[in-house]
């Protein structure tokens, strides 16, 4: 097996034990989450604001559950074209509501496909 194909079958290991924790996650808070929208109120990036990649957007939200204001406790993950004063969908802890969540459906799916196609590559590759 070449070391191509082995760090294809590398990328697919990681990506779907990432897919498996987030889903696992995702299904043992299903019944102690809420849903809500907020508002961005700070961002920040591990990287400076010019370097485009390998950069990720982190900000705390405002929300409101059951008439009262929250400011996240912690920080999510959000797009990079965010900005504050933007709208976001967040998961809240039903028993702390200052404490988000950042599982969602779209990052199982995607860590999913990124496994299904790293394996895909890595079988034609082999032939």
């Known amino acids: 097996m070449k070391n191509d194909t082995i760090f294809l079958y ?3 290991s990681v990506s779907f034990l990432f897919a498996l924790y987030n889903a696992l996650a995702f299904w043992a808070k299903r019944n102690m989450t809420g849903k809500t929208t907020g508002t961005i109120n700070s961002i920040t990036s591990p990287n400076p604001e010019t370097a485009k990649t390998r950069n990720s957007k982190w900000a705390k ?3 409101r ?5 929250y400011v996240s406790g912690n ?3 959000v797009p990079l074209t965010a900005q504050v004063g933007n709208s976001v969908t ?5 028993q702390h509501p ?3 969540y950042s599982y969602s459906l779209a990052r199982i799916v995607v860590s999913l496909f990124v496994t299904v196609v790293c394996i895909v ?3 034609f590759h082999l032939a």
């Open 10 to 12: 590398l990328i697919a």
């Open 61 to 63: 939200v405002t929300y």
């Open 65 to 69: 559950v059951d008439g009262k204001i």
């Open 75 to 77: 920080r999510i993950q």
């Open 90 to 94: 967040v998961r809240y802890d039903l």
């Open 98 to 100: 200052e404490r988000l």
């Open 121 to 123: 590559v890595g079988v």
